[in-house]
């Protein structure tokens, strides 16, 4: 059997499956709306319901694995509320305490940089909040690890809550070529 791989832009507001039995799910929005998917097709990791961008999806359970080990970056960009400070900033990239199934985890180091132009996506289906509540800031975050809203978890533990999340990049895929809610089938993903 040959495998199949896909690239696609989440929007806001889908889950990172394609169909549920859960009652209280029924009237989400799933990935199988988006596009007509092979048989047998699986998202490799997942953006919860409130993030956006770039999701791989397989049929390879192998490339799965490999992809959502802790050898693959993940690269997100990130609104946060308020002016993003160094001092935040460092302590972002050396590792910040934050609670992971009851317990607290300490995350690994990773990359973090600030975004002095603010990227170009589509504007979100629910509004962010603007100007007038305060001044938000964009940064650029890169973990090789995925913890339950992990980086959500990471910017408020430094006194910068998650206002946007997008992921841009898993390894060597990028978000380009894609327009919000776009499918595009990919030769290799690894």
Not at 47 to 68: A, C, P, Q, R, W
Not at 137 to 163: C, D, H, Y
Request: aromatic share 10%; net charge positive; proline share 3%.
């Amino acid at each position: 059997m040959e495998h199949r791989h896909f690239k696609l832009f989440k929007p806001y507001g889908y889950l990172s499956q394609f169909q549920t039995n859960a009652k209280h799910e029924r009237n989400k929005k799933f990935l199988g709306e988006l596009y007509d998917f092979p048989e047998g097709i699986m998202a490799i990791g997942r953006l919860d319901k409130d993030s956006e961008g770039l999701l791989l999806l397989t049929t390879d359970g192998k490339v799965s694995y490999e992809i959502t080990s802790s050898k693959t970056d993940k690269e997100y960009y990130v609104q946060v509320d308020g002016e993003i400070t160094n001092d935040a900033i460092l302590q972002l990239e050396q590792g910040v305490a934050i609670s992971y199934q009851s317990e607290t985890y300490l995350t690994k180091p990773c990359q973090v940089f600030q975004l002095y132009q603010n990227p170009d996506f589509p504007e979100r289906a629910k509004k962010i909040r603007d100007e007038r509540h305060g001044k938000t800031s964009w940064i650029s975050i890169t973990i090789n690890e995925g913890k339950f809203r992990q980086v959500r978890k990471m910017t408020a533990q430094v006194g910068f809550p998650t206002l946007r999340l997008v992921r841009v990049r898993v390894g060597k895929v990028t978000l380009e070529g894609l327009q919000m809610g776009d499918v595009k089938e990919l030769n290799d993903i690894t």
